[in-house]
């Protein structure tokens, strides 16, 4: 069967800090992948999603950027955290060509 | 840029009551998906309906879409405590852009 780690689960860093956030999926192959935030008390903002080795689409100009070293592999990074970069980090799964999306538990991150 | 709109988006119900949550989207989509999100938790899949006219029930859930006035509607059937929790309507776009709504919190009380 198919599972979707996160981690770290929780997170407290400084304005001004690094990051990153590290996704894994297991029991699939060649998956699309997908980052996304969720604000406090708001709905899901798609952040970046992956097709491919190296294949990234940013959805919204910011200052996160994600990669995908490996095939089962999503990270997402920031040299600098703002105050604004606070929220929920979800990671999901799809299997190529197929409509149904499998979420990650989320990184809950707040930026002091 | 594809809008999602949810009502209402808070919701507070007695338990045995009938209800629906609407969801609006402002263009043609692939497919359409309702989750569910406990207080901290991530998001469970509840239904994905993929054409026009499609119903989909679990349990006292039912989700229809139509299409032609880009609609969905979650319909809850005499509700439960279980039940209470933020629901959240997207929409796919291009096969890869899912547009979330800013969900539904559900509150039945007993």
């Known amino acids: 069967s198919q599972t979707i780690h996160q981690w770290p689960a929780t997170l407290v860093q400084p304005v001004g800090s690094p990051l990153s956030l590290e996704c894994t999926v297991e029991g699939t192959s060649n998956p699309n992948l997908y980052w996304y935030r969720q604000a406090a008390g708001r709905g899901l903002q798609l952040l970046f999603y992956?097709?491919?080795?190296?294949?990234i689409s940013s959805e919204v100009p910011q200052n996160l950027s994600a990669s995908r070293p490996q095939d089962r592999q999503f990270i997402l990074s920031s040299k600098k955290l703002l105050l604004s970069d606070s929220g929920f980090y979800l990671c999901?799964?799809?299997?190529?060509?197929?409509?149904?999306?499998?979420f990650g538990p989320g990184t809950r991150l707040t930026v002091t | 840029e594809l809008k999602v709109e949810q009502n209402p988006l808070f919701l507070s119900m007695q338990e045995g009551k009938n209800y629906t949550i609407y969801c609006n989207y402002s263009?043609?989509?692939?497919?359409l998906y309702w989750y569910r999100q406990d207080p901290g938790k991530s998001l469970e899949s509840l239904f994905v309906l993929l054409s026009n006219g499609a119903v989909k029930q679990e349990g006292r859930l039912m989700a229809s879409l139509d299409t032609k006035a880009r609609l969905s509607t979650l319909h809850i059937t005499a509700a439960v405590h279980d039940l209470s929790a933020t629901y959240f309507c997207?929409?796919?776009?291009?096969?890869?852009?899912?547009?979330f709504g800013s969900g539904t919190k559900l509150n039945v009380k007993p």
């Open positions: 999901a799964w799809r299997y190529r060509g197929s409509y149904e999306q499998y």
């Open positions: 992956s097709v491919g080795i190296g294949q």
């Open positions: 263009t043609t989509s692939d497919r």
């Open positions: 997207a929409v796919l776009y291009n096969f890869n852009k899912f547009y």
